[in-house]
Structure formats: structure tokens, C-alpha cells
């Protein structure tokens, strides 16, 4: 079975990116990602899924990283996923502090470092 990662990301670069880079561990069955726009389409793919980790963008439109973040906190069936905090913010550190996230990732990042991170979380993977 493939370790799910919910990246929650407006940038289409960082999909294209990471669906290029993983391409063979994803057909391999090792890393399934799911992808979503900004913190709202993410809630609803938590309906379907639940992931191993998640990485956070901070600054997306519709619902921003902060607030998805308060939200997937608030419902005790999601707030335990591990949250990755994967922002270009210079104010990241403070950020991740106040959500309360497990980690920060300051883009850009190497994919070498991201797929190191994810296997962490992961280690079956």
C-alpha cells in the first residue's frame, strides 16, 4: 500500500516538480501525493483520504495555510496527521511555531531533502 502525502500548494511548479521527481516511486506503489490548491480543497480530500504527512503552503488564496492548519486542529479525526510547514514566508520560523506544526521546509527545497522529510514520517515507505 502507498504512504499518502497531501500537499496543499497554489503553486502548479511544485506539483509538476514533484510528480516528475517521483514518478517512479509513485508508479511503484512506494508514494501516493495528493495535491490540493489551498487549504479548503484540502479539507475535502481528507474526507477521502487520510495521509501519513502533510505539507502546508502558508500563503495560498481561497484559505490560506494558518487557517486550514486551525481548522485541521480543531477535528480530532485529522489534527494528528503530521503537518509540514513548506513556505517561502520569511516570517516561517514565528509561523511555525504559533500552528504548532511538526516541521519547516523553506522553499525552495531540494526534492532530495523533501523526499528525506517524507520518509520520516513514513519510515515504511
Request: net charge positive; glycine share 4%; aromatic share 4%.
Given at each position: ?22 514518478r ?5 506503489g ?10 479548503a ?11 501519513s504527512v ?11 495555510g ?12 485529522i ?18 511555531r504559533?500552528?504548532?506544526?511538526a ?7 531540494a ?15
Amino acid at each position: 500500500m502507498a504512504v499518502k502525502v497531501l500537499v496543499i500548494d497554489d503553486e502548479p511548479d511544485l506539483e509538476l516538480l514533484v510528480r516528475q521527481r517521483f514518478r517512479k516511486k509513485v508508479r511503484d506503489g512506494v508514494y501516493d501525493f495528493v495535491f490540493a490548491r489551498n487549504g479548503a480543497e484540502a479539507l475535502e480530500r481528507l474526507r477521502e483520504i487520510r495521509p501519513s504527512v502533510i505539507l502546508l503552503d502558508l500563503m495560498m488564496p481561497v484559505m490560506d495555510g494558518q487557517k486550514f492548519r486551525e481548522v485541521q486542529l480543531a477535528r480530532p479525526e485529522i489534527a494528528s496527521i503530521p503537518t509540514l510547514l513548506l513556505t517561502a514566508d520569511a516570517r516561517a520560523t514565528e509561523a511555525a511555531r504559533r500552528m504548532s506544526v511538526a516541521g519547516l521546509l523553506a522553499k525552495p527545497i531540494a526534492l532530495s531533502h523533501l523526499l528525506d522529510v517524507v520518509r520520516s514520517y513514513c519510515p515504511r515507505a
